[in-house]
Each structure stands twice: as structure tokens, then as C-alpha cells.
């Protein structure tokens, strides 16, 4: 089984900076996937940014150039979001994802809360 376990949530102001942090406890396999989704209420849980563990990233074009994700797999597979020039839109709560691609399993953190007060 596999935990993931977020930090790093809040408030904040329009312009200003969050980082996130998700550390996967557990037997991790080498060959995952880490990323952040978020979800509005009332809409589809959204893919903002990947990192594959050999480093590869991919993000959202609503984050691209504001949002920088990271990881470190030395220190229990931790994925990082570090989100900068906040905006009211990006409100939402927060998840942190594993992925195994083969065969698909997906784990899920408990969600945090980013609020972006304009």
C-alpha cells in the first residue's frame, strides 16, 4: 500500500507564493509517475503537473510559467509544487497523485486547500 501525505496548503494573495510537498510512504516501485491535480467544486479534478521519476515534467497551460514541480526520490519519493504569481482562479483544493503506468494503479492524497484572495 501506498500513502501519500500533502502540506503546504492555505491563504494567500493574489501575486503571491505557495509550495506544496507530498511525500509517498510505503513500498514504492522505481517506475511512477508523481503530479498535482486540482478540483473546483462542482468541476472535473484537472492535471496542473507531472514529473515522471526520471525527471520529465509536464504541466498545464493555466500553470505553465507560474508553476514549477519537482521531486526528490531520495527523501521518500517527495513531489514538491512550488506555485508563484497566484491567481483567484487557481483556488481549488489541491491533490497529490501516483502513478503507476503498467498496470494503471493510482494513488491519491487527502487534498489541500490553496485559497488566492484577490
Known amino acids: 500500500q501506498v500513502q501519500l501525505v500533502e502540506s503546504g496548503g492555505g491563504l494567500v494573495q493574489a501575486g503571491g507564493s505557495l509550495r506544496l510537498s507530498c511525500a509517498a510512504a510505503g513500498t514504492i516501485f522505481s517506475i ?22 526520471t525527471g520529465h515534467t509536464n504541466y498545464a497551460n493555466s500553470v505553465k ?10 527523501r521518500k ?19 497529490c497523485n501516483l502513478e503507476y503506468p ?15 484572495s484577490s
Open 77 to 95: 519519493n517527495t513531489v514538491y509544487l512550488q506555485m508563484n504569481s497566484l491567481k483567484p482562479e487557481d483556488t481549488a483544493v489541491y491533490y
Open 32 to 53: 511512477n509517475v508523481m503530479g498535482w491535480y486540482r478540483q473546483i467544486p462542482g468541476q472535473q479534478r484537472e492535471l496542473i503537473a507531472a514529473i515522471t521519476n
Open 102 to 116: 503498467s498496470p494503471n494503479v493510482n494513488y491519491w492524497g487527502q487534498g489541500t486547500q490553496v485559497t488566492v
Open 65 to 74: 510559467g507560474r508553476f514549477t514541480i519537482s521531486r526528490d526520490n531520495g
